[in-house]
């Protein structure tokens, strides 16, 4: 597989409209993290308690039913993926 023996896999889910994006930048750097990203998604996309506010970095936090519906499909694919399907 892509992952060397004895490394752990990851995935990263990010926001496409998220400007928090540290993360992100380092994880274009190796090409092992499997990285998604939500369209059209905010900061804290599945968050309903803090929707619509504004996080102390300034990312505004709007909840997506759709974006945290897909981010859930991202994990349960990569979870099948490395530790296979569950019963």
Known sequence: GPYP?????????????DHYSVSCERAKL???IEIRVIAGA???????????KTDP?????LYSAAGT?????????FLEKHLGKSR
């Open 42 to 52: 905010h900061h804290a996309f599945d968050s309903l308690e803090y929707s619509g």
């Open 69 to 77: 519906k897909e981010a859930r499909e991202h994990t349960r694919a």
């Open 5 to 17: 023996d004895g490394s752990i896999p990851l995935m990263e889910i990010i926001a496409e409209k």
């Open 57 to 61: 970095a300034g990312n505004y936090i």
């Open 30 to 32: 190796n090409p092992r």
